[in-house]
């Protein structure tokens, strides 16, 4: 069975840092592209960063320059850095791994950003 479980959402003020995790398991970690996305209340699920197999990333525009995705093979996570953090970066961020046999997704963290 696959699991995905995130990790390190909270509450920050603006310009503030936090750092999410997703660990997996059931997956062959190491083939499976993955990713952050996010989901605003009242808006769609959007991408936030994504790592390749091959540890290529992109980043959405909003926060290109602010966000860092990272992977650790050995230990079965990846990493979102997010800096700079501001309101706007309110949601639920979501881990997706993603494979030839389709998508997983974990639970969604919270990530709220208020003065």
């Known amino acids: 069975q696959v699991q995905l479980v995130e990790s390190g959402g909270g509450l920050v003020q603006p310009g503030e840092s936090l750092r999410l995790s997703c660990t997996a398991s059931g997956i062959i970690f190491s083939i499976y592209s993955m990713a952050w996305y996010r989901q605003a209340p009242g808006k769609q699920r959007e991408l936030v960063a994504d790592i390749t197999s091959l540890a290529s990333t992109n980043y959405g525009n909003s926060v290109k320059g602010r966000f860092t995705i990272s992977r650790d093979n050995a230990k079965y996570t990846v990493y979102l850095q997010m800096n700079s953090l501001k309101p706007e970066d309110r949601a639920v961020y979501y881990c997706?791994?993603?494979?030839?046999?389709?998508?997983?997704w974990g639970q969604g963290t919270q990530v709220t950003v208020s003065s």
């Open positions: 997706n791994a993603h494979g030839l046999r389709g998508d997983h």
